[in-house]
């Protein structure tokens, strides 16, 4: 079974900060893209970070500088290190594998507020 299993959410202070983990399995992670993917209450989901399979890195302007993706192979799993975080970051986040087909792991609930 593919599964994708986010984790590291929680209640944090603006300006605080956070990681998130996806560990991924049953399906070749090395040969996939791997994005994190946020929906905020009432809002459509948002493409937030994206490893491609040999490392480059692209995120959505609202957390460039703030937000680092990065992915460790040995360990099939990608890591979203969130510092300087806002109100606006609270959302629901998704790690997400896309290469022709989307593998969806469940999310991890984060949330920004004081």
């Known amino acids: 079974d593919v599964q994708l299993q986010a984790s590291g959410g929680g209640l944090v202070q603006p300006g605080g900060s956070l990681r998130l983990s996806c560990v991924a399995s049953?399906?070749?992670?090395?040969?996939?893209?791997i994005s994190w993917v946020r929906q905020a209450p009432g809002k459509e989901r948002e493409l937030v970070a994206t490893?491609?399979?040999?490392?480059?890195?692209n995120y959505e302007e609202s957390v460039e500088g703030r937000f680092t993706i990065s992915r460790d192979l040995a360990k099939n799993t990608v890591y979203l290190q969130m510092n300087s975080l806002k109100s606006e970051d609270t959302a629901v986040y998704y790690c997400?594998?896309?290469?022709?087909?989307?593998?969806w792991g469940k999310g991890t609930q984060v949330t920004v507020s004081s």
């Open positions: 490893v491609s399979i040999r490392g480059n890195t």
């Open positions: 997400m594998g896309s290469r022709g087909i989307q593998y």
């Open positions: 049953g399906f070749n992670f090395s040969r996939y893209p």
